[in-house]
């Protein structure tokens, strides 16, 4: 990056202290709920007593259609 004449990524950025800062805030947000969401299906299972199936089909599949449809809509 610093030996190109024209960049892709301002090198500048690194030094950006607000920018950083946002870097990190939502490396953090996008790990917990990252997290949150792989430990859904064991939460569902050993908490509820669900089968595999039915956290599949009924919690799974129906949270990732609505994520296709509603990205869909508001133009993601």
Not at 1 to 10: E, M, N, Q, Y
Not at 31 to 46: C, I, L, N
Not at 50 to 68: K, N
Request: hydrophobic share 50%; glycine share 16%; proline share 7%.
């Amino acid at each position: 990056i610093r030996k190109v004449t024209d960049p892709f990524v301002d090198p500048g950025l690194g030094k950006n202290i607000p920018f950083m800062i946002g870097v990190l805030c939502g490396g953090i947000i996008f790990g917990t709920v990252a997290g949150f969401v792989s430990m859904v299906p064991y939460m569902m299972k050993d908490v509820h007593q669900l089968s595999t199936a039915e956290i599949g089909s009924v919690i799974i599949f129906p949270g990732t259609m609505s994520v296709i449809i509603f990205g869909y809509i508001g133009g993601i």
